[in-house]
């Protein structure tokens, strides 16, 4: 199994500013991911980051938006980056233990609203 | 391409009757497949998982869902509900990418549970 926190879990924020998120894991973990929940809506996965290289981004995301930062196998940071009233989401860490076990993990979120 | 589909974003069951949130998926592949429940303010926790071993799956908290290949569905269901039973609940299939795991999940849209007492 694995842990997950993130900070913060929540913020309020001015538009134009950014927020970075962090995520932290109590074991190591090649591939991080993270997903945002728009309000009443599903999961939707911004992006996988791996340590040691380029984040790798889905289909609507890219980096100047949400760069992500993965120094090493416990821990990675989501930016969100000019941020608009849109960017109101929940923003989630999930890892997917080695050796690529059946079972991802979840953080508890974090709650932005940018007003 | 892979895909999940939960029928009816709200489901309204009494306290004490039988709890049956509908998912169908979509993959050419045998697939892995999940159950989150989302309390509010909470971030997801699994209730159960489906990795191609026995059929029925049993999970946590007296919820159970049922792989049927020929139906493409993986149904969770409890025969009692709870008040505490009251969450989103998220089915989800994991992305395979040619013959690798990839580790990503897609999400279904969510269903909605209330419990009345």
Redesign the interface.
Known sequence: SAVIS?KPSRDICQRGTSLTIQCQVDSQVT?M?WYRQQPG?????IA?ANQGSEATYESGFVIDKFPISRPNLTFSTLTVSNMSPEDSSIY?C?V?PEP?N????????T?LTVV | AQSVTQLGSHVSVSEGALVLLRCNYSSSVPPYLFWYVQYPNQGLQLLLKYTSAATLVKGINGFEAEFKKSETSFHLTKPSAHMSDAAEYFCAVRRVSGSSNTGKLIFGQGTTLQVKP
């Not at chain 1, 809506?41 to 996965?45: H, I």
């Open positions: 993130q591939m991911f809506q599903s999961l939707t996965l996988t989630l999930s997917d690529m059946t079972e991802a993990f979840f953080g508890q979120g709650r």
